[in-house]
């Protein structure tokens, strides 16, 4: 089985463990069999590996987020990085064109498209080898995913299959309705569109070059940004007449708001948190290093990150965004490929962070026009390079960088680094980054 | 007047903003007329002077506190130390004795005793002055003040009066009734007791000398550990026949729990916090550096300091000890006579620190066993001493102090300080003080 996985943008609704740089499928809040926890990304990665060990996993997100991605699946994982913003049929058509140009799949074959952050179960990527299998055998063009509704969702787009049968034809999608014309369409047998596509590669590969001009996968990349926003719905469903949908009845999670999200939590708590007797239907998700006493609340949710901290009633918590959008959004932490950093101290003219880099791994080599650095080794060892110059570095050695030189720091075993910024204008901006030195 | 102000202990119940080294008086929760927050203590010293500005004020406090109480009051504040913790007679014998013996006072001059912390309005002070020259005219040996009560509460002690004179003598102390009891307490004109004594000097030093044996402050103070805890009401007011009470009809709160406290705040938030509409009766006080959003929150306090957050139902908050008792409690905040320090990083072999000296200021000469240090000047300038050498540092410069080394650091203005600490066995017990060099 071949898996696109949609990996969509950035955030606001799960302020503030989500925010413009981190989107809610990268929250570790789900328990492991083995006590840790695991992002919605983990989770959806590992189910398909168990379901299928063979599958292809290809992830078409932004660039923003690939260092996430390297940093919570491996540095292995392949991704089809949209070069800008240009809805689903671009994205799709690019990753699709990715699998074929350059992983060599065979064009007949049979591709999944799912989005990366549905909250379910094993039996769910059964379903989706069953309509790899469907798109394979080509009764239809399209194969899409139909979810049993539970209640008129207003939420959800429908499908509106032709029969009660397991498998049927499509006679129509819908966008979302009222709550009303929801009912009347599960009376006739609609089903939730859970975003979930099957087709043939050449399928969507022919209507990527009927809609835009381009030879392969290089040359889409490299003209993607010009290329006209259109979403998968309506640039192929509307306007194929030969779709069939399949019914699936297990679980199947939407969780795109601390409501929901925190119904996938198995415990009250995640972090450094005590919930007293008098608390109910309360959660909390503490990813600072500070304890969190919640007494008497009730149907809350308690969300603290290096961001911010949200106390908010759970109904209300849907209405976040318009809040969010109005806060004054420093990034105060971050997941990188090497490792990731939380801002510690912020001041009109310095700014200081814990830099974590995994064993092996190594930051840009470097360089800031407007501030100096401190580098105070804590723990770890590792190689530092200032201006060429390589040195061996472990906890408790101190390197000083003035502005303009370039620099990078290599970790032999897991490296923590306070980093001391100081000057007037110290901004994420201010970076020239350079060829790696030569023997790294 | 002179007044000694009881600073009483640490405090769990406003958990947390107050801790172990930081008790209720030092949060500055209070708004000022020109926008600032001033703390309990502030607050009172601030009135005093405003109703006589010729008082003598003296603080009678653990040694714990002086720091805080330095850093708010300002360095000159008179400060009768208690060597332990000795209950309220032999504190209040030790700081009278230090108005005799150390001030000067005569001993036949009126000295009013009251906690450090109601929230009261200026009219509690004059009626402080009229209890002073109560004390003076010497028609009792012992003059208290009885706050008419409110509602028959359980909290406090009572005094019933022989009579509803403004003036009265006193029947006899009650301790904490039962709600039942209290009622009729009040029914027969009893009042609050709100720990408000008056006396001449030569009455407690006299009571002071038969129950204790010691000379004059010095010898009271270096014997102060051997002397018998005893509270001043066992000691001499259940003992004391001529007592009088003058009645207080003002404002008088009692500021010991989080439900109480918020009564006092003039807005719903102090800090970096947004409430939403649908917010009601909901008090945020925010010391970190961070957002706080709340949505539909409703009769609750949220705190949030270094120490922790809690998000709490008003009513709820007053049980809150055995669970602040329970927790871990790291110092992460605390201010200090020459600035406050905040800690950034707690890691197994470092904890790196924010350090914030006062213009002028510089904190101990001292060494460390078991760690290395690293100073990281971010703002400000001034100078640094390690092992005698003299230096002069502003932001940019990096000091490294080897475990051994003796050192300290001097704001020329104020200086900002990113410490890195560095070791096995980093505790704030692992210092040795040393005498100033020479010309500090």
């Not at 590996?49 to 923003?64: G, Q, W």
């Not at 899409?144 to 499509?170: C, F, H, L, N, W």
């Not at 259109?230 to 009845?249: G, H, L, N, T, W």
């Amino acid at each position: 089985m071949h898996i696109i996985l949609l990996s969509g943008g950035s955030g606001q609704r799960l302020w503030p463990l989500s925010n413009n740089v981190r989107s809610k499928q990268f929250i570790k809040i789900f328990k492991k069999e083995d006590g840790t926890y695991e992002s919605m990304v983990q989770r959806v990665y590992r189910q398909i590996r168990a379901v299928d060990a063979d599958a292809t996993v290809t992830i078409a997100t932004s660039k923003s987020q690939i260092s996430a991605l390297c940093n919570q699946l491996g540095s292995d994982v392949a991704i089809s990085p949209e070069p800008a913003r240009r809805d689903t049929f671009p994205a799709i058509s690019l990753a699709v064109s990715y699998l074929v140009d350059v992983q060599g799949v065979d064009r007949n074959e049979p591709v999944v498209v799912c989005p990366v952050d549905p909250y379910v179960n094993e039996d769910y990527f059964e379903a989706l080898r069953n309509l790899s299998d469907l798109a394979a055998a080509g009764a239809a063009n399209l194969s899409v995913m139909g979810i049993e509704p539970t209640y008129p969702s207003e939420k959800y787009g429908y499908v509106i299959p032709r029969s009660k049968d397991q498998v049927a034809e499509v006679e129509t999608f819908r966008e979302k309705p009222d709550a009303k014309t929801a009912a009347e369409y599960i009376a006739r047998g609609a089903l939730w569109n859970a975003g979930v596509f099957a087709f043939k590669a050449s399928y969507v590969l022919d209507k990527a070059h009927e809609l835009m001009n381009f030879t392969d996968y290089d040359d889409l990349a490299a003209k993607y940004e010009t290329v006209k926003k259109i979403s998968f719905d309506y640039a192929v469903c509307e306007k194929e007449p030969k779709i069939q949908v399949m019914r699936f009845a297990g679980q199947w999670k939407d969780m795109g708001t601390w409501n929901t999200l925190t119904e996938a939590m198995e415990e009250p708590a995640i972090g450094n948190a005590v919930l007293n007797d008098t608390c109910s239907n309360t959660n909390v998700v503490n990813e600072l290093n500070l304890p969190i006493l919640c007494m008497g609340c009730r149907d809350m949710v308690i969300a603290a990150s290096p961001e911010g901290i949200l106390v908010s009633d759970k109904n209300q918590s849907s209405y976040i965004k318009p809040y969010v959008e109005q806060m004054d959004q420093q990034v105060m932490f971050a997941e990188k490929s090497w490792g990731s950093f939380t801002v510690l101290d912020v001041e009109n003219e310095s700014l200081t962070i814990l830099v974590t880099l995994k064993p092996g791994h190594h930051m840009n080599y470097h360089s800031h026009e407007h501030r100096d650095e401190v580098w105070n080794i804590i723990s770890g060892s590792g190689r530092t390079i200032v201006d060429g110059m390589e040195q061996k570095v472990h906890a408790g050695d101190v390197i000083t960088m003035q502005a303009g030189c370039r620099h990078m720091i290599l970790a032999d075993t897991e490296l923590r680094v306070i980093e001391v910024q100081l000057g007037r204008d110290i901004s994420v901006h201010d970076k020239k980054k350079y060829a790696l030195p030569a023997g790294i």
